[in-house]
C-alpha cells in the first residue's frame, strides 16, 4: 500500500490535541480590525475547535497526525 500523504494547507491551519479534538484559527480577524470591537477582537484570538462533523474529513487530510 502506498504512502498516505499529509494535505499541507490542512497541516498549516489545523493541530490534533491529546483527545484527538482538532484545533484551529478563528477567522475574521485579519483587516478591518477598526470596526470590530476590542472585545471580539480578543475572542477572535482564542482557538477553535473544528465541529464533529467535519472532523473525520480533517483527520483523513492529516493521517501521519493522529
Known sequence: MPK???VK??????????NGKIKRGKAFKSHILSSKTTERKRKLRMAGYVSPCETK???RMLPNSL
Not at 491551519?13 to 491529546?18: E, G, I, M, N, P
Request: cysteine-free; aromatic content about 6%.
Open 57 to 59: 474529513r480533517i483527520k
Open 4 to 6: 498516505l500523504k499529509t
Open 9 to 18: 494547507a490542512a497541516a498549516k491551519r489545523f493541530k490534533v490535541t491529546a
